[in-house]
């Protein structure tokens, strides 16, 4: 079983939608980071949170510790969203290495 | 922009070539990781560094190597190519806060 597992794998939907993009976790962990790669470019951090909620524009980040869980949300979804987002967590060994989940693909149709 | 740049960006060799690939930092951040990205898998650790000629292996080590002689620069070396290394290699920076910063990439295809 992996140590970061995240649904769906994939995701399309409508331009205005509300995503949501879910990562589950196995280990304790110091803080989780949520990733952006654009199709054939490069990966961009976009959150990193041990507690509560993030905003930056239309995307909210939330973690609940005690359920080892994590949602990244999309509010008023726009084709240039369309990317693979990752989560990650960092272990709480305090090495700073991060584990990574598979990614989910997120396509909005205009 | 965390001033990372990777080089080559692309490269194409045989298997049984030695292949060096290069990150290089202008911030001098103390942590330094190559990844490997492959289809159906997360992102993977091949080494890190936590300074000049500090270094550690990551969960898919072998076959590779590592160099940080200098804080600005990490490199990545092949001793000799197999196709299983056919993949897309990204370096990262840790700056302060944990955050990590990726380079742009490096597609290498072993034939």
């Known amino acids: 079983k992996n140590e970061v597992e995240q649904s769906p794998q994939n995701l399309t939907a409508q331009e205005g939608e509300f995503i949501t993009i879910n990562c589950s976790y196995s280990?304790?962990?110091?803080?989780l980071h949520w990733l952006q790669q654009h199709p054939g470019g490069g990966i961009v951090s976009l959150f990193m949170l041990s507690s509560g909620k993030k905003k930056h524009g239309r995307l909210i980040a939330t973690i609940n510790i005690q359920e080892k869980h994590s949602s990244l949300h999309i509010t008023a979804s726009h084709p240039r969203d369309s990317a693979v987002y990752i989560c990650?967590?960092?272990?709480?060994?305090?090495?700073?290495?991060?584990?990574f989940g598979t990614g989910t693909r997120l396509t909005i149709i205009p | 922009d965390a001033g990372i740049t990777q080089s080559p960006r692309h490269k194409v060799t045989e298997t049984g070539t030695p292949v060096t690939l290069r990150c290089h930092q202008t911030?001098?951040?103390?942590?330094m990781y190559w990844y490997r990205q492959d289809p159906g898998h997360g992102l993977r650790l091949i080494h890190y560094?936590?300074?000049?000629?500090?270094?550690d292996k990551g969960e898919v080590s072998d076959g590779y190597s590592v160099s940080r002689s200098k804080t600005e620069d990490f490199l990545l070396t092949l001793e000799s190519a197999t196709s299983s290394q056919t993949s897309v290699y990204f370096c990262?920076?840790?700056?302060?806060?944990?955050?990590?910063?990726f380079g742009p990439g490096t597609r290498l295809t072993v034939l």
């Open positions: 990650a967590v960092e272990s709480n060994f305090g090495n700073e290495k991060l584990t």
């Open positions: 560094s936590y300074g000049v000629k500090d270094t």
């Open positions: 990262a920076i840790t700056k302060s806060g944990n955050e990590q910063f």
């Open positions: 280990v304790g962990i110091s803080a």
């Open positions: 911030e001098n951040h103390r942590y």
